[in-house]
């Protein structure tokens, strides 16, 4: 289902959703704000949360109550899937637990997955790899 919805742009970054990808009835936030800035902590940024079943338009994080909804968590890296990628998504599904959705899915989006790295993040519950090919 991921496949294809971030076109993109440059090394490292990804633009708005494709109008094919909207049409599957998600609602997408770019650079999500999970976490804000304190004395005791660093903002945390997630690359995109995706409501499923959300309206057709990219909103913004003060716009949604993510309350019992179901929610895809993504964080990319134009590069091998590697380590920090993996605390990447694996640490953003559980900061976005204090939004209460009801369910929550963390995608670690890279170029290419690793063969050995990719099982052992694929197995604990809720955690994907997807690849996104140079072409898209």
């Known amino acids: 289902m991921l496949d294809g919805i971030f076109r993109r742009k440059s090394v490292n970054k990804f633009t708005s959703p494709t ?3 909207l049409s599957k009835a998600v609602l997408p936030l770019e650079e999500f704000l999970a976490v804000q800035k304190s ?16 309206d057709h338009r990219i909103a913004k994080t003060s ?3 993510l309350t019992d909804r ?3 968590v993504v964080q990319t890296k134009d590069s091998r899937l590697g380590m920090y990628l ?3 998504a694996f640490f953003s599904a559980h900061l976005m637990m204090q939004f209460k959705p009801r369910t929550i899915i963390s995608v670690a989006l890279c170029r290419k997955n690793d063969a050995v790295l ?3 993040f ?9 690849e996104c090919p140079l072409n898209v």
Not at 39 to 54: E, K, M, T
Not at 122 to 130: G, Q, T
């Open 19 to 21: 109008e094919e990808s």
């Open 39 to 54: 004395p005791d902590n660093a903002q945390r940024l997630i690359d995109g949360v995706i409501i499923r079943g959300g």
């Open 63 to 65: 716009d949604v109550d």
């Open 70 to 72: 179901d929610i895809i």
């Open 86 to 88: 993996m605390g990447q």
């Open 118 to 120: 990719g099982p052992i």
């Open 122 to 130: 694929e197995s604990y519950p809720n955690m994907k790899v997807v």
